[in-house]
Structure formats: C-alpha cells, structure tokens
C-alpha cells in the first residue's frame, strides 16, 4: 500500500541478492527503511530476518549475539503480520 516502502524493500532485495557483506548491509538499512515507512509490512521484516542469516553463514555479522536476537524478533514480527503470506513467512 506504501509506494516508498515497496522502493526500499525492492532496493532492499537487491543488496541481499548480491550476496556480499556490503550489500547485506545496504539490504538492512533498505529493509529497515521500508518498514519505518510501513510498520505492518511483513514481507520487509522476513527477508530483514533472513538477511541475519545470510550475514551469519558468511561470517559478516559484527555482534552475533545481537544479531541473532534481532533476526529472531524480525521473524517472529513477519509471522504474526503475514500469517497467510508466503514470502514473510520463508
């Protein structure tokens, strides 16, 4: 329903999608952007989540811990706001 969250949740994709530290980076702020903009947005709070991930098994996270716990709060949020929405819920 938000334009601007759609631009930064697609800008978003394309960082995680370039698999690098860098672009896991600019996808999380994009990711988190989207969000600021649509709080309800689950699909930008599940790929948020999924980017941790990827931050994790490339060894690019900088306080595991914390990144851990924010990925878990990230997709536990994408759940509840996209119970019957594929790409939050993946």
């Known amino acids: 329903a938000n334009l601007g969250a759609y631009d930064h949740f697609l800008r978003g994709m394309m960082g995680f999608h ?12 994009h990711f988190y952007d989207a969000i600021d903009l649509d709080p309800d947005y689950a699909a930008a709070y599940g790929v948020a989540a999924r980017t941790y991930v990827q ?17 878990v ?13 594929a790409v939050p819920l993946a």
Request: glycine share 10%; net charge negative; proline share 0%.
């Open 73 to 85: 709060r990230l997709a536990e949020r994408a759940a509840v706001l996209g119970r019957d929405d």
């Open 18 to 29: 370039s698999w690098s530290r860098e672009g896991s980076r600019q996808a999380l702020t």
């Open 55 to 71: 931050r994790n098994s490339g060894g690019w996270m900088d306080d595991n811990a914390l990144e851990r716990t924010e990925a």
